[in-house]
């Protein structure tokens, strides 16, 4: 797969602190990229310097192989940020007219593209409305349409899910889908990790200024996998059942039993122990750790947390 995006060692101080400290990472073409951090990780740092609004001090940023060139680059790239980046007083059709003309549509052309997304989106009443008057969700709906409607390349989405309701955000994201499908690659950053498992296919973890995990998104889950299983039987389990040196319960409840296996041991052995009591299991599913349980153990730095990035 070719490569759309590339950043080699890039660094940002402010005021002599380090915001982005010698990070590098690499997006392919019609890939979903999470990038993902805590409060003050330097994210947003870095989704500047990719969109040309600040200059990295080191490093550099590759875009489709060549160096990016922020003068002239900047117009194959759509960026929403989490802030609002609308003119309040203006109307929502002229303001996105406007935006489309600056990322160099013709006049002709942006009404017709305006059209076709007021349409899709349900907002052909808006177009006489001040973006002052819109709720949250409905600007944030304008303002995703103002990011994408040139066609960029490069889609940077910062919380595109905020304040809107499951069927606008459910709208949203099969659009974000359409768009990798058909070549744009998209950096999606946000804090809701259930909202990366569904939409990612690969992560970077920052935090301090720093990445401390690079990754697809099912590989890092089997990275960080627990041994832990969930097994379902036909019939009541009794404690004398689940006390033995091969795994640790986690959890007991009538028929379902969560266990950790000791590392020692294999599945199959567990396997067996059960059916050495004429058990009949109806699953046996291993419980992978979300990418929520992932997050909080890197940037809280657990022991396993830290063997992992000096690894």
């Known amino acids: 797969m070719n490569t759309a995006l590339e950043i080699q060692h890039l660094k940002k101080y402010f005021s002599g602190q380090k915001a982005v400290d010698d990070i590098s990472f690499t997006i392919n073409k019609g890939s979903i990229f999470g990038l993902l951090g805590p409060n003050g990780a330097g994210k947003t740092t870095l989704l500047r310097m990719i969109t040309g609004i600040f200059y990295p001090d080191e ?17 194959n790239i759509g960026y929403m940020p989490e802030e609002r980046g609308l003119y309040k007083k203006m109307k929502t059709g002229e303001q ?60 940077i989405l910062d919380e595109p899910f905020s304040g809107l309701d499951p069927v606008n955000a459910n709208l949203i994201k099969d659009e974000i889908f359409k768009l990798a499908q058909n ?16 939409i990612c296919d690969h992560i970077v973890l920052v935090n301090k200024g720093n990445k401390i995990l690079d990754g697809g998104v099912g590989e890092i889950k089997q990275q960080f996998k627990k041994n832990i299983f969930e ?75 830290r063997q992992f990035q000096q690894a």
């Not at 590759?62 to 990016?68: E, H, Q």
């Not at 017709?112 to 944030?140: A, C, P």
């Not at 059960?274 to 009949?280: S, T, V």
């Open 59 to 75: 490093g550099n940023i590759l875009l489709n192989n060549l160096p990016f060139n922020p003068l002239t680059d900047v117009a």
């Open 231 to 305: 097994i379902e039987f036909d019939q009541a389990l009794f404690a004398e059942n689940t006390a033995t040196h091969l795994f640790n319960v986690e959890s007991f409840n009538d028929k379902k039993l969560k266990i950790k296996i000791n590392s020692e041991f294999s599945n199959n052995q567990v396997l067996s122990y059960f059916i050495d009591k004429n058990l009949h299991i109806t699953s046996f599913n291993e419980i992978l750790p979300s990418l929520n349980d992932i997050f909080i153990e890197l940037v809280q730095g657990t022991p396993e947390a």
């Open 183 to 198: 070549g744009a690659t998209i950096i999606f950053s946000t804090h809701r990790m259930e909202q990366v498992e569904e």
């Open 96 to 155: 996105v007219l406007y935006l489309a003309q600056l990322k160099g549509l013709d006049k002709k052309e942006a009404k017709e593209r305006t059209k076709e997304w007021f349409i899709k989106f349900n907002m052909e009443s808006w177009w006489n409305k001040k973006v002052e008057d819109l709720s949250k969700g409905m600007s944030q709906k304008l303002q995703f349409v103002t990011t994408v409607l040139h066609k960029p390349d490069l889609i």
